[in-house]
């Protein structure tokens, strides 16, 4: 019995080691778009991604600012998203939560993990936006200082 014990219990010490690697989208990021051709904005944030409900998904919160060099006013947003990971492709899909800008609509990017420290895609909002866009956190490699 007591033998029996002790093997369960070194079963369940050792299964981590064998459990699935941890999700390398996990934690803060920061992201910035390149301006927009026609009007020089530019959106720039952080996103966290924790855990979502299915294996490869992720639920993401958005904290973004809209700065635009011709106008004072800034839209600030913050957005729900719920991302899926297939390998290196990331496809984040968001709805507003809150904006101080009613001409604001969700965004959505399509990324590729580049390393566990950098993404690269675009921010497509289906209406206005389509531009390069830039994930970044800090650690070994990232441009971020």
Do not use: K
Not at 65 to 80: I, K, L, N, Y
Not at 95 to 107: A, F, G, Q
């Amino acid at each position: 019995m007591i033998r029996t014990l002790v093997l369960a219990a070194s079963l369940l010490l050792a299964a981590p080691a064998f459990a699935d690697p941890p999700e390398p989208l996990l934690g803060r990021w920061t992201f910035e778009t390149a301006p927009h051709p026609n009007s020089g904005c530019i959106i720039a944030g952080t996103a966290d991604f924790t855990p979502g409900v299915a294996p490869r998904a992720l639920t993401v919160v958005i904290e973004a600012e809209e700065r635009c060099p011709r106008s004072a006013q800034r839209a600030r947003v913050t957005e729900r998203c719920g991302a899926v990971r297939v390998d290196a492709d990331v496809q984040i899909r968001c709805r507003l939560v809150r904006s101080n800008s009613p001409d604001y609509v969700p965004d959505h990017f399509q990324l590729r993990l580049d390393s566990p420290y950098s993404m690269s895609g675009r921010l497509d909002d289906e209406r206005a936006w389509n531009v390069p866009v830039r994930f970044e956190r800090p650690g070994e490699g990232a441009l971020i200082s």
